[in-house]
């Protein structure tokens, strides 16, 4: 196996290993933590085009929101499963934050995984916090269920962006439609909160052109996806990815020998979960 490869192996078993599904950070200037709303294997059997090279029935994936601390209270992105699928609310109250103290939700789009955590026999979950989402997600999300009861029930709560806005000083949403018609990055400093572009690490980097088949816009889709990390990898960026193996967050580097030649296949990427040791995965080992 290629050094590379080794490497990048052995960095995503660390970070998985000994991890209660919560993981602190400083990124920075932000403090940022990683909770682990579900454990999630992705089957290969859901994802099509590109070359997938694996004999393995499934890649490993997870169920991640985020927490950014704002002041004295925070920002969520996404809301994860909730209900009993999920553990967002128990490991908020072991963490000791309580759902008042989130102001500010910020939804990457309105599939269940991502919003069934907003509410709770009917009720929102979050009742002080504003929940940002675009106006093409709304439009989506809105029309099919179960998000649309869900929506419904936090409706005072919703306000509607454009893409390219800046729902929240400091963060800006970039439009990355195609795995919905609203689906939004969010951009904060060197953060970017990718949402949904990539659902089985183990591929998808490799060839973004393998879409999973929650993707609606295969082509759209795989435009997203090659867009946000090659402007990552050239930003040197951190991404933080709902479905990345847990806890979610790391570089991307256009895969050595596999520069971007404009062409529709384009480039090939790496991934390096993100590691504490000062300057580490910004540059390839
Ligand atoms: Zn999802």
């Known amino acids: 196996m290629h050094r590379v490869w080794s490497l990048i192996l052995a960095a995503l078993c660390l970070a998985a290993a ?102 709770e026999n009917g009720k929102p979950c979050f ?24 929506l419904k029930t936090c409706e005072k709560q919703l306000v509607r962006f454009r893409f390219g806005e800046t729902p929240v000083p400091g963060i800006t949403a970039r439009a990355a439609a195609g795995h919905t018609p609203g689906h939004t990055v969010f951009e904060s400093g060197n953060l970017r909160f990718i949402g949904d572009l990539i659902h089985g690490a183990a591929l998808q980097f490799a060839d973004p052109a393998i879409c999973a088949r929650y993707d609606q816009d295969v082509k ?24 990345l193996p847990f806890p979610g967050i790391g570089y991307v580097h256009v895969a050595p020998g596999k520069k971007d030649d404009g062409t529709a296949r384009g480039a090939s990427f790496l991934f390096l979960p993100y590691d504490e040791t000062p300057g580490a995965g910004k540059t390839l080992p």
């Open 18 to 119: 000994g991890s209660d599904g919560i993981r602190k950070f400083q990124l920075g200037d932000t403090e940022v933590i990683a909770i682990q709303d579900a454990v999630n294997a992705m089957p290969v059997s859901i994802f099509h085009g590109g070359k997938i090279r694996t004999a393995a029935k499934t890649v490993p994936a997870s169920v991640n929101v985020f927490l950014v601390r704002n002041g004295n209270d925070w920002i969520m992105i996404d809301a994860g499963y909730g209900g009993k699928r999920g553990a967002l609310a128990a490991k908020l109250r072991r963490l000791n934050i309580r759902p008042e103290a989130v102001r500010t939700i910020l939804l990457t789009h309105t599939h269940f995984d991502h919003v069934g955590g907003l509410t």
């Open 127 to 150: 009742p002080n916090a504003k929940i940002y989402l675009s106006k093409p997600e709304y439009a989506f999300g809105t029309g099919g269920e179960p998000s649309g009861a869900i």
């Open 220 to 243: 759209q889709a795989t435009a997203a996806r090659r867009a946000v990390l090659k402007e990552a990898a050239d930003s040197s960026a951190l991404i933080l990815g709902a479905h």
